[in-house]
């Protein structure tokens, strides 16, 4: 997603994205015909992570039918140093490929220090691991084992495989976190200890601030002889190389280098040869672009716009259409999505006949369709946003088709949680308010990372912890969870463990992820998987509705019906549950409580037609798919002609989010119209004071607002959080006949209040049979006598090194086990870092010009590369009880993780401490300094290879 958003933002249309099954080559031939149909699309980056595939793939080009066409694709390779004997493989069709390759040097001290460890040279303190290690990679055992009847014999360790591992970027990584750690507290001992040799009582003190601005300002040499820099947002620059898979000069071919970089402002010198025609090119660019007119519609941005011509503008994103084939790309109309918009639209009319609301000001709007796609989403918001001048305040002056000058002051949208972060990228630019009807991610209620961010509708957290308090009435203790792989989904599922851990009898036996409800393959798998924990038969589901159609047609097929029962979202619609009604009888829905849709909006939506509704330039298609007709001059999938006496049915105003919508949209109206009372007194007009207000301003106002709701029942207030205030209805379904289903409601939770009526609630067994609480239960619990492996936990294991100043240190040694609680085996890469971290310590510490009078000692923490354990053993080793042998108090700053979602789960414990943290493995670029200010990473961020990647192309 990072090379796809910096393409975007330098201008680069992806032609096509592709997807192959590496478990079925035959299919190659379809992407390969797909590659070569777009001759003017030269350029195609490879990004296969196994060599044999990518080997697979390349014969198969090799060996593709190109009935006299030339073969003249340029590859753009990530980490191509790796591929080198598969390029030299088949050079006809490698021959000009460009790729990147990150500097890893050797450190041959540690090389030598590490090929003569043994069992003996190692104990249980400075390195509990290594015996397991051991025994696994020379299968052998220690004395005390009898695992593989061979004793173990130290002279037959070579080198442990250490001159592979450091071949790669592993160790000088590990190794050059405690260098930059060591940097920062040697800069800090020199300004706050004057001279003092040793610890003193200020250095104890030291804040992270201090810390990150002592290894920003300047680089250093790190290990390896690795130049280490960081920039001003505490990203660490590597050196990358650009290599050419080119001429070796002996009649073969081999990658040679064409500049090493740390500015991606740096142009890629024209020594680079590529092949086109079977002719090498050295002279000249090879040329991949869509030749203009491009005609290409991944390459186009639908620039349709609802528009309503005001004085003060808000710009709109709304859902009109489903995504298509590519991010640029729209499929079908999505009906609700121009319900939402026709929402909008209303309740613009309604504040402009409002003499209360901005009187004298007319609002109006700029709308877009999203798509359902985040580039869609950051191009149209920029390309609209851009056009103003915010340079003097909140309003950003804008001249508008008509040639009239209006000011942008806030946005609406988007739909789901990730096309309104994407919207919330752009917006924080100039800092407009930005007000979603729809996005529900826990995530949003960050203040930090979304300052100018305000919303409608309610966190999901709080909808996570209803599931929870539901489970726990059905007597559940035993549960497992299913989410789509995304940011609705994630979030949630993770609010719903946090929310578990507080229940002390409740265990999430595993957690499913839906990737690609698509994919036959994959869903079979997540089925194999749930009846693997057959005992966990509740499941708490947090999933789109794709996703959720998805799974349910796939427990029909299984013939699944009353093996599991569900607790749901929203997402588990009518619409959603049709046709497969049986396998989601006794479903539990936590409904976000809709207030009714007001009469004005139904008799407005019903009066309009595609005769007087020119504003919405998707109306059209709406009313085409609505009654399936067609309309003269149109492209439409029916043949039918649709009738002049038609219109629209009053239930069609019935959709989630309206009422949230017509909110969102009076909520900026109203603190702007507060904000311009009181910047202008006593007039109506837009005055210059007002036109200067900063965004905190209206921030302010917005925060505050109360109005009578757009439903007409009661007032809306946002929260401490600037989100809406949560209110659920709690639904279940119910078999009325035999084909025949209904949602009735049970419970619901009103101002933090849970309330269910466990005596109305209906669960079915795998008969079709009712099961009705309370003299029935639906059983969800480990049946080994509530010890299931899955509810265990591990114990924490740790190695200790003592010193003055004490640097936890966070990996994931052993793989997850079969749950976040429990370990898996350990992994030969990690013992080695943990060793790596050790001797980097040692040579620290016997240097007396990098910390006179000062020693580092370090706690290594097996995570067991799980997030949950890793943010308890964050918190324990921060502020915990000595348990691992640390003096809290001393401690300055920590290292960890790896894994991205375990470094984010650490930084909100070191976070909220203001402590340091420092990754040698966490290169997602959500990791950003707005989020995580005390945060270091010797690790390049994602997109860096992108742009060197980019770098190739331009």
């Given at each position: 997603m990072g090379g796809i958003t910096m393409a975007t933002e330098n201008h680069i249309c992806i032609a096509g994205s592709y997807e192959i099954d590496k478990t079925d080559p035959s299919g190659y031939g379809e992407t390969i015909e797909a590659l070569i149909s777009k001759p003017g699309a030269k350029g195609v980056v490879l990004l296969l992570d196994y060599p044999d595939v990518f080997d697979s793939f390349l014969s198969a080009v090799e060996n593709h039918q190109y009935d006299e066409r030339e073969f003249n694709l340029v590859w753009i390779i990530p980490d191509i140093d790796r591929y080198e004997s598969i390029l030299?493989?088949?050079?006809?069709?490698?021959?000009?490929?460009?790729?990147?390759?990150?500097?890893?040097?050797?450190?041959?001290?540690?090389?030598?220090?590490?090929?003569?460890?043994?069992?003996?040279?190692?104990?249980?303190?400075?390195?509990?691991?290594?015996?397991?290690?051991?025994?696994?990679?020379?299968?052998?055992?220690?004395?005390?084992?009898?695992?593989?009847?061979?004793?173990?014999?130290?002279?037959?360790?070579?080198?442990?495989?250490?001159?592979?591992?450091?071949?790669?970027?592993?160790?000088?990584?590990?190794?050059?976190?405690v260098r930059t750690l060591a940097r920062a507290v040697r800069s800090a001992h020199s300004n706050l200890c004057q001279g003092t040799l040793g610890f003193c009582e200020q250095l104890a003190n030291v804040d992270s601030n201090t810390l990150i601005n002592s290894v920003t300002v300047d680089s250093f040499t790190g290990y390896g002889n690795i130049p280490i820099r960081f920039d001003q947002n505490g990203v660490f620059i590597p050196q990358i190389d650009i290599l050419n898979f080119r001429s070796d000069g002996t009649g073969g071919y081999a990658l040679r280098k064409v500049v090493a970089t740390t500015d991606l402002s740096d142009a890629v010198p024209a020594m680079i040869t590529l092949w086109q025609n079977n002719v090498p090119i050295t002279t000249e660019h090879v040329i991949s672009?869509?030749?203009?007119?491009?005609?290409?519609?991944?390459?186009?941005?639908?620039?349709?716009?609802?528009?309503?011509?005001?004085?003060?503008?808000?710009?709109?994103?709304?859902?009109?259409?489903?995504?298509?084939?590519?991010?640029?790309?729209?499929?079908?109309?999505?009906?609700?999505?121009?319900?939402?918009?026709?929402?909008?639209?209303?309740?613009?009319?309604?504040?402009?006949?409002?003499?209360?609301?901005?009187?004298?000001?007319?609002?109006?709007?700029?709308?877009?369709?999203?798509?359902?796609?985040?580039?869609?989403?950051?191009?149209?918001?920029?390309?609209?946003?851009?056009?103003?001048?915010?340079?003097?305040?909140?309003?950003?002056?804008?001249?508008?088709?008509?040639?009239?000058?209006?000011?942008?002051?806030?946005?609406?949208?988007?739909?789901?949680?990730?096309?309104?972060?994407?919207?919330?990228?752009?917006?924080?630019?100039?800092?407009?308010?930005?007000?979603?009807?729809?996005?529900?991610?826990?995530?949003?209620?960050?203040?930090?990372m979304f300052p100018n961010f305000f919303r409608t509708a309610p966190s999901d957290r709080h909808q996570a912890r209803v599931m929870i308090e539901i489970a726990q009435t059905l007597g559940w203790k035993y549960i497992q969870t299913i989410n789509s792989d995304s940011a609705y989904g994630n979030a949630g599922v993770e609010a719903i463990r946090q929310f578990a851990r507080t229940v002390p009898d409740l265990c999430i036996a595993a957690s499913h992820v839906i990737k690609n409800s698509y994919d036959n393959d994959e869903m079979d798998s997540l089925i194999n998987q749930l009846l693997s924990r057959g005992d966990a038969r509740g499941i708490l589901v947090f999933t789109s509705n794709t996703d959720s159609k998805a799974l349910l047609g796939k427990l029909q097929q299984h013939g699944l019906q009353g093996n599991f029962s569900f607790i749901a979202t929203d997402a588990w619609s009518l619409d959603v549950i049709n046709g497969v009604e049986s396998v989601a009888a006794g479903t539990i829905v936590v409904l976000p409580y809709n207030n009714p849709v007001s009469p004005g909006f139904i008799s407005y939506l019903t009066s309009i037609d595609v005769d007087n509704n020119a504003r919405n330039p998707w109306f059209r298609s709406y009313w085409m798919e609505k009654f399936q007709c067609q309309l003269p001059g149109e492209h439409s999938a029916y043949t039918r002609m649709c009738e002049d006496t038609l219109t629209l049915p009053s239930e069609d105003a019935m959709v989630d989010y309206v009422v949230h919508t017509m909110d969102a949209v009076k909520a900026i109206a109203v603190a702007i119209d507060?904000?311009?009372?009181?910047?202008?007194?006593?007039?109506?007009?837009?005055?210059?004071?007002?036109?200067?207000?900063?965004?905190?301003?209206?921030?302010?106002?917005?925060?505050?607002?109360?109005?009578?709701?757009?439903?007409?029942?009661?007032?809306?207030?946002?929260?401490?959080?600037?989100?809406?205030?949560?209110?659920?209805?709690?639904?279940?379904?119910?078999?009325?006949?035999?084909?025949?289903?209904?949602?009735?409601?049970?419970?619901?939770?009103?101002?933090?209040?849970?309330?269910?009526?466990?005596?109305?609630?209906?669960?079915?067994?795998?008969?079709?049979?009712?099961?009705?609480?309370?003299?029935?239960?639906f059983e969800s619990d480990c049946s080994t006598n509530g010890t299931c492996a899955e509810c265990a936990r591990s114990e924490i294991t740790f190695a200790h090194m003592g010193g003055h100043i004490e640097i936890p240190v966070l990996f994931g040694i052993s793989e997850r086990g079969e749950t976040?609680?429990?370990?898996?085996?350990?992994?030969?890469?990690?013992?080695?870092?943990?060793?790596?971290?050790?001797?980097?310590?040692?040579?620290?510490?016997?240097?007396?010009?990098?910390?006179?009078?000062?020693?580092?000692?370090?706690?290594?923490?097996?995570?067991?590369?799980?997030?949950?354990?890793?943010?308890?053993?964050?918190?324990?080793?921060?502020i915990g009880d000595n348990k691992f042998g640390n003096n809290p108090g001393n401690v300055m700053a920590v290292i960890g993780g790896i894994l991205n979602n375990v470094t984010m789960e650490m930084l909100r414990i070191t976070g909220s401490v203001e402590k340091t943290q420092v990754s040698f493995g966490s290169s997602s670029v959500e990791l950003i300094k707005e989020k995580y200010p005390y945060f270091l990473r010797t690790v390049p961020i994602d997109n860096w290879q992108a742009g060197t990647d980019r770098k190739s192309v331009v």
């Open positions: 030299k493989a088949h050079p006809t069709v490698t021959r000009g490929a460009l790729g990147t390759a990150t500097t890893s040097p050797q450190i041959s001290n540690f090389l030598l220090y590490f090929q003569d460890l043994g069992p003996d040279d190692v104990n249980s303190t400075s390195n509990p691991w290594f015996e397991q290690y051991y025994q696994t990679k020379y299968a052998c055992d220690t004395p005390g084992n009898n695992n593989f009847g061979v004793q173990c014999d130290q002279s037959d360790a070579t080198d442990h495989g250490i001159t592979k591992q450091l071949s790669g970027p592993g160790v000088p990584l590990v190794m050059n976190a672009a869509c030749t203009a007119p491009c005609s290409d519609v991944n390459c186009q941005v639908q620039d349709d716009v609802a528009y309503i011509q005001g004085d003060i503008t808000l710009a709109g994103m709304f859902a009109v259409h489903y995504e298509g084939v590519t991010p640029h790309e729209c499929g079908r109309i999505d009906l609700s999505g121009v319900v939402r918009l026709e929402a909008m639209l209303y309740a613009i009319d309604q504040i402009n006949a409002d003499i209360n609301i901005l009187p004298g000001i007319k609002l109006g709007t700029v709308a877009a369709d999203s798509c359902y796609s985040a580039i869609q989403v950051k191009e149209k918001t920029l390309a609209f946003l851009g056009k103003a001048d915010f340079s003097k305040g909140i309003a950003g002056v804008q001249k508008l088709p008509t040639g009239e000058t209006s000011y942008i002051m806030g946005a609406i949208g988007a739909s789901l949680s990730s096309l309104t972060m994407a919207m919330n990228d752009v917006t924080k630019i100039p800092m407009i308010p930005q007000v979603a009807y729809s996005a529900t991610s826990p995530l949003l209620s960050d203040r930090e507060q904000l311009q009372r009181q910047k202008c007194p006593g007039t109506n007009d837009i005055c210059d004071s007002f036109l200067m207000s900063s965004s905190e301003e209206l921030f302010e106002k917005l925060r505050t607002v109360s109005f009578a709701s757009s439903s007409g029942v009661g007032n809306f207030n946002f929260d401490e959080h600037g989100d809406g205030i949560p209110s659920y209805n709690i639904l279940n379904l119910k078999k009325i006949s035999t084909s025949t289903y209904a949602y009735n409601k049970v419970g619901d939770w009103r101002n933090n209040v849970f309330n269910m009526d466990v005596n109305n609630v209906v669960l079915y067994d795998s008969n079709g049979d009712v099961i009705a609480y309370p003299n029935d239960r976040p609680l429990l370990c898996g085996k350990v992994q030969s890469k990690q013992v080695i870092n943990a060793e790596a971290v050790m001797f980097a310590l040692d040579k620290i510490n016997e240097d007396e010009n990098i910390l006179p009078g000062l020693t580092l000692g370090a706690t290594i923490i097996d995570t067991c590369s799980s997030p949950q354990r890793a943010m308890s053993q964050t918190m324990l080793a921060l």
